[in-house]
C-alpha cells in the first residue's frame, strides 16, 4: 500500500520527539501529532521542567544549599511567594518549547495541532486542525506517546488552590502554611520536599511502609532522616479514606481522613497517587489496540504493541516513567520499525529523583543482589569526608558503591546529596564498561570535587575486604 507518512507519531513529549526525529534522520517523512498548541507535552508544560526548575528557584531563594555555613536562618529572600518561584519557571518552559520546536523545523518534521483518534490500523482522523476541521491521515508506522494524565478520584472535589494535583501548582496562587501530600512516588516526594524547603509543614502519607521502594534502602532511610529534619512527618502504611474542604476559626482547610482513624488538616493538599496513560480518546478498539485499566499500553522488547506496526513508548507503557528513558525508547523504536539496528541497555538506564536532597542510582541494590544470591560487598564516602562537601555545605550526602566479592566487578552506585544526578554517570560509565572499583583507586580525580567519593568508597569497600 501507499501511504501519507512513513512513520506519525501522536504525541510531542520527550519519547515522541526523539522517536520522530530519529525516523527523520533516517530519510523518512513524518508526522508528528499534538493535541496542545505547544510542544513539549507534559515534560515541558507541566512534568519535568516546571517542577526542576521550581526545585532550582526553591534552592536559591530559600538559601538552602547555604545554611550548612551561615547557618539555619539563613535565607536569599525574605517571604518568597509562589509569584517569585513562577517567574523563573515560565522563562525555561518558554526557552525549551522554542528548542524543542526548533529541532522539529531543521528535522522537516511536519507539526500538526489536533487530536489523534484512530479509525483503523493505519489511518488517524486529526480532529479540530486549526483552519481545517479534520483531517484523516494514513501512516506506514505509527507511534503512540501520548503520556499521561494525573489520576483523580471523581468523589474528590479538586478545586485547584486548596485540593490540587501537581499539574496546579504552576498556578497557585499562595504559599501554603502547612500541606499534606497524599502518594509518596517520586511526584508527590519530590513536591513534599520541595515545600518543605520553604518551612511549609508538610505530611505526607502513603499506604506502603517505605519510601521508593524500588530505591537501594539505605539511601532512601537516609531520605527520610532528611525529611525529619526538615519538620515533614512522615504517615506511612496509612490509607486514606476521604478528604474534604472545611472552615474552622482559622479560615479554610482541607481535612484528610485516614483509614486509623487519623485527622490531618492542613491548609491545602496535594493528591497524587499515581498518574493514568492518555490514551482515552484515542478509540484504540479501531486499531485492535488495547489498554489497561490504566490507559496503558503493553509493549515487547521493541516497543511493540499487540499491533506490529504501532509502537508505544514513554510514560504511556509505565515504569520507569522518566524522561531520559522515554527518549531512548522513542529513539529504540524507530529505529526498530526501519529495520535500523540500535543497541541500547536498559539495565543501566539511570534513575534521577528530584527531591532535596536528590538521590540517584544505577545498577543493582542490596536487596536484589540478596535476592539474586550474588556474594557482594559495599563500599561507601560521605560528603563530609570530603572537602567539596564541605565548600559547598552539604555535609549528609553519601555515595554508595556494591560491587562483586569475588571479582571487585562494580554492581551498582547509589548516591544521595548534592549533584547526584550529575554523578551519577561516572559510576554508569565504568558499569557499563564492566569494570571494577579498582578503577577508581586507580584514577586521579581533580581536586577538590564531590567526584573524590568514588576513590573513597573504593577504598572503603577495599578495606572491608580485609
Known amino acids: 500500500m501507499s501511504y501519507d507518512y512513513d512513520f506519525l507519531v501522536i504525541g510531542s513529549g520527550p519519547a515522541g520527539q526523539r522517536a520522530a526525529i530519529q525516523a527523520a534522520k533516517l530519510g523518512k517523512?513524518?508526522?508528528?501529532?499534538?493535541?496542545?498548541?505547544?510542544?513539549?507535552?507534559?515534560?515541558?508544560?507541566?512534568?519535568?521542567?516546571?517542577?526542576?526548575?521550581?526545585?532550582?528557584?526553591?534552592?536559591?531563594?530559600?538559601?538552602?544549599?547555604?545554611?550548612?555555613i551561615y547557618g539555619a536562618s539563613y535565607q536569599v529572600k525574605q517571604n518568597i511567594t509562589m509569584?517569585?518561584?513562577?517567574?523563573?519557571?515560565?522563562?525555561?518552559?518558554?526557552?525549551?518549547?522554542?528548542?524543542?520546536?526548533?529541532?522539529?523545523?531543521?528535522?522537516?518534521?511536519?507539526?500538526?495541532?489536533?487530536?489523534?483518534?484512530?479509525?483503523?490500523?493505519?489511518?488517524?482522523?486529526?480532529?479540530?486542525?486549526?483552519?481545517?476541521?479534520?483531517?484523516?491521515?494514513?501512516a506506514d508506522k505509527i507511534v503512540i506517546a501520548v503520556g499521561t494524565l494525573a489520576t483523580r478520584?471523581?468523589?474528590?472535589?479538586?478545586?485547584?488552590?486548596?485540593?490540587?494535583?501537581?499539574?496546579?501548582?504552576?498556578?497557585?496562587?499562595?504559599?501554603?502554611?502547612?500541606?499534606?501530600?497524599?502518594?509518596?512516588?517520586?511526584?508527590?516526594?519530590?513536591?513534599?520536599?520541595?515545600?518543605?524547603?520553604?518551612?511549609?509543614?508538610?505530611?505526607?502519607?502513603?499506604?506502603?511502609?517505605?519510601?521508593?521502594?524500588?530505591?537501594?534502602?539505605?539511601?532512601?532511610d537516609a531520605l527520610a532522616y532528611q525529611m525529619h529534619q526538615h519538620r515533614v512527618t512522615l504517615r506511612l502504611g496509612e490509607e486514606v479514606k476521604g478528604l474534604e474542604p472545611t472552615q474552622d476559626e482559622k479560615g479554610e482547610r482541607v481535612r484528610v481522613t485516614l483509614v486509623s482513624g487519623k485527622q490531618i488538616v492542613s491548609e491545602a493538599a496535594l493528591y497524587s497517587i499515581g498518574r493514568t496513560g492518555a490514551t482515552e480518546s484515542l478509540d484504540l478498539k479501531a486499531a485492535g489496540v488495547e489498554a489497561d485499566d490504566r490507559g496503558r499500553l503493553k509493549v515487547n522488547e521493541s516497543y511493540q504493541t499487540n499491533q506490529p506496526h504501532i509502537y508505544a513508548v514513554g510514560d504511556v507503557i509505565g515504569f520507569p516513567s522518566l524522561a531520559s528513558t522515554s527518549m531512548e525508547q522513542g529513539r529504540l523504536a524507530a529505529c526498530h520499525a526501519f529495520n535500523t539496528k540500535a543497541e541500547s541497555v536498559p539495565s543501566l538506564f539511570p534513575y534521577g529523583i528530584y527531591t532535596i536532597p536528590e538521590i540517584s542510582t544505577v545498577g543493582k541494590n542490596e536487596e536484589e543482589l540478596t535476592q539474586e544470591g550474588v556474594p557482594y560487598e559495599i563500599g561507601k564516602a560521605n560528603y563530609r569526608e570530603i572537602a567539596r562537601g564541605q565548600i559547598i555545605g552539604d555535609s549528609a550526602g553519601l555515595l554508595k558503591l556494591i560491587f562483586n566479592l569475588e571479582t571487585r566487578e562494580l554492581l551498582g552506585v547509589h548516591i544521595i546529596g548534592e549533584g547526584a544526578s550529575e554523578l551519577i554517570h561516572i559510576g554508569q560509565a565504568v558499569l557499563a564498561h564492566k569494570?571494577?572499583?579498582?578503577?577508581?583507586?586507580?584514577?586521579?580525580?581533580?581536586?577538590?570535587?564531590?567526584?573524590e567519593c568514588y576513590k573513597t568508597a573504593a577504598f572503603d569497600g577495599i578495606n572491608r575486604l580485609g
Do not use: W
Request: hydrophobic letters at 40%; one cysteine or more.
Open 29 to 68: 517523512k513524518v508526522m508528528l501529532v499534538e493535541r496542545q498548541a505547544v510542544v513539549g507535552g507534559v515534560c515541558i508544560n507541566t512534568g519535568t521542567i516546571p517542577s526542576k526548575t521550581l526545585r532550582e528557584a526553591v534552592l536559591h531563594l530559600s538559601g538552602h544549599r547555604e545554611r550548612g
Open 83 to 138: 509569584s517569585d518561584l513562577h517567574f523563573r519557571t515560565a522563562h525555561v518552559i518558554r526557552h525549551e518549547i522554542d528548542v524543542t520546536r526548533h529541532q522539529l523545523q531543521r528535522n522537516r518534521i511536519e507539526v500538526v495541532v489536533g487530536n489523534g483518534k484512530f479509525v483503523d490500523a493505519h489511518t488517524v482522523s486529526i480532529e479540530d486542525v486549526p483552519g481545517r476541521g479534520t483531517r484523516n491521515v494514513t
Open 153 to 220: 478520584d471523581k468523589k474528590i472535589p479538586f478545586d485547584g488552590q486548596r485540593i490540587m494535583i501537581s499539574d496546579d501548582i504552576l498556578t497557585l496562587e499562595k504559599l501554603p502554611r502547612t500541606l499534606t501530600v497524599i502518594g509518596a512516588g517520586v511526584i508527590g516526594i519530590e513536591y513534599a520536599t520541595i515545600f518543605a524547603t520553604l518551612g511549609v509543614r508538610v505530611t505526607l502519607v502513603d499506604k506502603r511502609d517505605r519510601l521508593l521502594p524500588f530505591i537501594d534502602r539505605e539511601i532512601t
Open 435 to 451: 569494570g571494577s572499583i579498582d578503577y577508581f583507586v586507580n584514577t586521579v580525580f581533580n581536586y577538590p570535587t564531590l567526584a
